[in-house]
C-alpha cells in the first residue's frame, strides 16, 4: 500500500501503538467521529502501527473498533516510515492534501484538533 495510492483524498495518517493511552482514545472517540463526518467527502484514514507483535496489534485494533485503514510492518518505532515522517512522539498525524503534500502535523491527542483542521479543508463551518 502506499499513499499515492489515495491520490484525490485528504487522508489522515496516524501514527499509534498498543501501549500508548491517547492512541486509544483517539481511535475509540476521535476517528470515528471523523468517518462518518466525514464520509461524503474524499477522505481517509490511515492508522499505521509501531508495533511489534501482530497478535497484541491485531487484538487492541479489534478492542478499539478499527473499522478504517489500519496498517503495520510489525517492525517498531524504527520502522523506515516512522523515521521518514519523523514521529519521536505517539499519536501522531499527518494532515496530507489530495495532491500528497503534508499540510499539517499533529503531536499528541488534542480532541477536536483533527476535525478543525479537516472543517477548513472541506469548507465545513
Known amino acids: 500500500m502506499k499513499l499515492s495510492d489515495f491520490k484525490g483524498k485528504v487522508i489522515v495518517l496516524d501514527f499509534w501503538a498498543i501501549w500508548c493511552h491517547y492512541c486509544h482514545e ?5 476517528f470515528p467521529r471523523l468517518k462518518e ?3 461524503n467527502e474524499d477522505f481517509v484514514i490511515i492508522s499505521y502501527s509501531v508495533d511489534v507483535d501482530k497478535k497484541d496489534w491485531e487484538k ?3 478492542a478499539d473498533n ?3 485503514i489500519n496498517i503495520s ?3 517498531g518505532i524504527s ?5 521518514q515522517y519523523g514521529v ?6 499527518f ?9 499539517k502535523q499533529m503531536n499528541g491527542y488534542v480532541y477536536n484538533a483533527l476535525e478543525t483542521e479537516l472543517d477548513k479543508i472541506f469548507n465545513i463551518k
Not at 88 to 93: A, K, N
Not at 95 to 103: E, N, P, Q, S
Open 26 to 30: 483517539q481511535n475509540q472517540e476521535e
Open 37 to 39: 463526518k466525514y464520509k
Open 60 to 62: 487492541s485494533s479489534k
Open 66 to 68: 478499527i473499522d478504517w
Open 73 to 75: 510492518n510489525l517492525r
Open 79 to 83: 520502522d523506515k516510515v516512522v523515521t
Open 88 to 93: 519521536q512522539g505517539y499519536p501522531t498525524s
Open 95 to 103: 494532515i496530507i492534501d489530495k495532491d500528497g503534500t503534508v499540510l
